[in-house]
Structures are given as C-alpha cells and as structure tokens.
C-alpha cells in the first residue's frame, strides 16, 4: 500500500535515505533516520542500481474512484442544463436535494446532499442567486427603443425638464428568489409571471436636468393601482414636487390610458408623458416641447 504523503514528500525522503547510504551508513541507520522499514531502503537501492534516478519518481495517489463515470457526468450536466421543472419540480431551483435525487433516480448512485457541493464544483458550477425576469420581456424591443427612441426623448437636458420614470408594483406573490447552481460566470434566470397585487406601491425616480440629483418618490395602497391614483400620483409631483417641465416615462398598461390620466394631461401644458411597453411604443403628448 501506498504510504501517507505527498508524492514530493516521498520522493525527497528517497533521496536522503540513498544518500544516508551512500555516506557509509548501514540499512538500518538509514531506516531510522528516513523513519521506514529497512526493506524499503534495500529495495530502492537495488531500483537505484537497475533504472538509475526514475527511482525517485514516486506517482501521485490516484485517491478514492469517482462514483459517477466521465459520460455520466456529462449526462448529468445536459440534465441540469434543462432545469428542475424539466424533471417535475415546481421550480427551476437545483438544491444539493434535488440533484443528489436526480443522481439516484437515473444513474442508480447515492450521494448524500453534503456531498453534491463539491460534485457541482468538480463539474464548474457555482451556488448563485438567479436573476428576475418577466416572460413578458421582449429585449429586442427595449435595445431597439434604446437605441432608436432614447437620443430622442432624452432632449429634456436642453430644456430644463426633469425626467421621472414611474412604474407600479405590488406585494408579494412574486416567488421569492433561492439560491440554485448553475455554470461559474452563467447567472442562472428565474422565469415567472409578475403579479401586481396588494400592497400596491406607485413610485418615480427622478432626474435633474443637468443630471446632477436624483430623487425617489412612492406611495402606497391598500388596493390595486388605478387610473385615478395614477393621476393623483402624477398631479401631487406637478403640484410641488416638480414645478417647471417635465417628462415623465411609464410603460402602456390600459389605466396609464384613462379618462382621468387624460383629462389631467387636458389641464396642464408642463407635462410630457412617454409611454412604452416592451413590444411597441406609444406616446401621449399635453404639450410641443420636444420633437415628436
């Protein structure tokens, strides 16, 4: 059997029993000085004679066989690729659990959940918190309005306007987020539908015209946010809050659309509202500064 240490270890310690040996001392000296048996010191004196210095070459311990082979590995890493819900969970998380189970199931290999952290690490994933993201998303409508309809609204710098963009949201069934593995340097995405439930929050973030403060302001309902509260949200930023030209950004849900949403744009000409979505963009003016 292999003894205990390093390969370097080992091969140091045949140095100096052969060179003990080669100063005049016997087997047995040796042996108590390099601390082994004296066969092993006969032993690589007579290797010494035969293959010369390969005698210090001492292999490194191949250490405790992998449970799983190469090509189960590589299976294991396309299963998880597709997701927790690809194999019945209800979300797309992997915990040591689950993938010590997954393991069981298709590949007849038990590992114990402690276990699975270094088997993740061995195959280059890393334990991360995913990234939100709605299915509603469409990024190639957001890069298109960035880079085509941004340069354009974002004129309010020459005209002294403060740029505000407000968004609503609610609390909380949205899932809360876990920490799942993944791939290093790959944020896993969790995919799910956004709900906008009580409690109710309607919040702008502010820009100064020279872009030098910013500014968060929100208020909250017990209800869900309507065209009414979306206005009396807006006429409570003009009344003090901002009280030269705005432009404010929101996206293009039905209520930003309202009848008092558009009745309160009939009323002031301090305001320029930009609405988007992440499929198309629309937008309602109450005023002409600014090109269209």
């Known amino acids: 059997m292999r003894p205990a240490g390093s390969a370097k270890w080992l091969s140091d310690r045949r140095r100096k029993a052969l060179a003990f040996l080669d100063e005049g001392h016997n087997l047995h000296e040796t042996a108590r000085l390099v601390r082994c048996d004296p066969s092993s010191v006969l032993r690589w004196r007579d290797q010494r004679a035969v293959e010369g210095e390969s005698v210090f070459e001492v292999k490194r311990a191949s250490g405790r066989p992998r449970k799983l082979t190469e090509k189960q590995r590589s299976r294991l890493t396309t299963m998880l690729l ?4 690809k194999h019945g969970y209800p979300t797309d998380l992997w915990t040591t659990q689950r993938i010590a189970d997954l393991i069981e199931k298709r590949f007849g290999v038990s ?31 957001i890069e298109r309005w960035t880079r085509e309809e941004w340069p354009r609204v974002k004129n309010a710098e020459d005209l002294g306007a403060h740029l ?3 968004d609503e949201s609610g609390f909380c069934l949205i899932p809360p987020v876990r920490k799942t593995w993944a791939p290093k340097g790959q944020t896993p995405v ?19 015209p020279k872009r030098l403060r910013c500014g968060l302001y929100f208020d909250f309902s017990t209800d869900n946010i309507n065209g009414e509260a979306a206005a009396e949200f807006l006429r409570q930023l003009l009344g003090g809050t901002f009280p030269g030209l705005s432009s404010f950004f929101w996206d293009n849900v039905a209520f930003h659309r309202s009848r008092p949403v558009k009745d309160l744009l009939a009323r002031t000409t ?19 500064f600014g090109p269209s």
């Open 190 to 208: 969790l995919t799910h539908r956004y709900r906008h439930e009580r409690i109710s929050v309607i919040a702008g973030l502010s820009v100064s």
């Open 82 to 85: 597709k997701g927790a819900m």
């Open 164 to 166: 505000v963009f407000i």
């Open 270 to 288: 301090r305001l320029h509202l930009e609405a988007f979505r992440p499929t198309r963009r629309t937008s309602i003016r109450s005023s002409t």
């Open 111 to 141: 590992y114990h959940r402690d276990h699975i952290g270094r088997l993740m690490a061995s195959l280059g994933w890393s334990h991360q918190k995913p990234d939100r993201r709605a299915k509603e998303r469409d990024n190639a409508a």
